[in-house]
């Protein structure tokens, strides 16, 4: 069993649709980020939060220590939202841990 | 303007041949890493280093190598002992001790073996 899951590893919307990606871990974490990688491979850092919730535009991340489980929130989806978005956590020392990655395709 | 290059963004090489891949950052950031992105599964450390002429094995170093002389500049070589190398390279780097560790990352490069 991988130590970071992200569900579903596909989701297909249509535009202005609310969308929600989940991820659980399953060790203990100093951590955990919010990627986004678009189809030509470069990697994006969305967000990095330890508690609460975090807002930037339209995305919204939440995290909940105790359950163990973060989610992705993206409101009024777009096209250009389109791409693989991936759950991280920050275990010992630098080392990051990825979940395998959500392919969310946002159709006009 | 801050960041990470990686070059070439395509690579093609013949079974048998070691390949280096280049990772320059000008973030002044101290540890930088290595990761293998394949089909369907999420990225996997290689190599990372936390501090110049140091560097540390990851989850899947074998057929690896790399070197770390220079703050700026940490190449990983794919050596002919590399079972399956065809894969999405990323090089990232941070700097772990302004306590946040957001890892920054380049636009990677696609090693294809033929």
């Known amino acids: 069993k991988n130590e970071v899951e992200q569900s579903p590893q596909n989701l297909t919307a249509q535009e202005g649709e609310f969308i929600t990606i989940n991820c659980s871990y399953s060790?203990?974490?100093?951590?955990l980020h919010w990627l986004q990688q678009h189809p030509g491979g470069g990697i994006v850092s969305l967000f990095m939060?330890?508690?609460g919730k975090k807002k930037h535009g339209r995305l919204i991340a939440t995290i909940n220590i105790q359950e163990k489980h973060s989610s992705l929130h993206i409101t009024a989806s777009h096209p250009r939202d389109s791409a693989v978005y991936i759950c991280?956590?920050?275990?010992?020392?630098?080392?990051?841990?990825f979940g395998e990655g959500t392919q969310l395709t946002v159709n006009p | 303007d801050g960041g990470i290059t990686q070059s070439p963004k395509y690579l093609f090489r013949k079974e048998g041949q070691n390949v280096t891949l280049s990772c320059e950052q000008n973030?002044?950031?101290?540890?930088m890493y290595w990761y293998r992105q394949d089909p369907g599964q999420g990225l996997r450390l290689i190599y990372y280093?936390?501090?110049?002429?140091?560097?540390q094995k990851g989850d899947i170093a074998e057929g690896y190598s790399v070197s770390r002389e220079k703050k700026e500049s940490f190449p990983l070589t794919v050596t002919s002992a590399q079972k399956n190398p065809t894969a999405f390279y990323l090089c990232?780097?941070?700097?772990?001790?302004?306590?946040?560790?957001?890892?920054?990352f380049g636009p990677g490069t696609r090693l294809t073996v033929l």
């Open positions: 990232a780097s941070s700097q772990p001790a302004v306590g946040r560790n957001e890892q920054f």
């Open positions: 060790v203990g974490i100093s951590a």
């Open positions: 939060l330890s508690s």
């Open positions: 991280a956590v920050l275990t010992s020392g630098s080392r990051l841990t």
């Open positions: 973030l002044n950031h101290d540890a």
């Open positions: 280093s936390q501090i110049v002429n140091d560097f």
